[in-house]
């Protein structure tokens, strides 16, 4: 299909290009993507082995075909690899987990992160060699400094998360979803704009060889759907 830009009520259309499968393709191709993503875990052991900056970039450009509301693409992917910045980030995010883990997390809340057996020290925040952090705007800031509406923030900005995380397994490295909470040392430390919010904390590498992941069970089908 050509890609000529067609006008509706003087606005630019283009034909819809993906890739058109067979029945029988779109089984197997929906079984092998499952068969993969059921292979992604969240990863708290990483090398320091470095990754070409193209590939981040690659994972950054996924992320960024998210779809979002009104298509204003509310989100804006940090990237730091400079060692100084990784140690400040990670002693910030300890001093808040420390907070977390000895005052202000719930009975409840620690005993059902207790199968991860995680505690407040975040080695992996200087050993991964790259820290995505995520921001969501919440409105926009134009050049002239007025603002502008951003819709379904929350949802779009997760959405996008959840490509970059397929992205990153996609490649063949490993990422953790992190959120020191709270996270606003982060819009200090990497001086975002006031319509910026931190999102989600993501070290990506490569996995340590001796890496273990808690042993944790996915529910099944039957149990995540319903079907009318
Ligand atoms: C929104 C969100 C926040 C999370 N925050 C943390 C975190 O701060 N620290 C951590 O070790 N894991 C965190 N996780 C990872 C979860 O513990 C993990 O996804 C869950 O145990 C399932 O394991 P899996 O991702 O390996 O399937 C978070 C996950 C999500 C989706």
Redesign the pocket.
Known sequence: MTNHVIHRNGHPFVHYSASIHTPEEVIYTSAAFYQRMNQ???L?DFTDESIPREVIENIIRTASTAPSGANKQPWTFCVVSNPETKKEIRLAAEKEEYESYTQRMSNEWLRD?EP?Q?DWQKPFLETAPYLIVVFKQVYELKPDGTKGNHYYVNESVGIACGFLLAAIHQVGLAA?????SPMNFLSQLLHRPENERPY?LIPVGYAAPDAL??D?K?KPLSEVSVWY
Do not use: E, W, Y
């Open positions: 992604r875990r969240s708290r992160i991860l995680t953790l979803t992190h959120t020191p989600l992941v808690p944790l996915r």
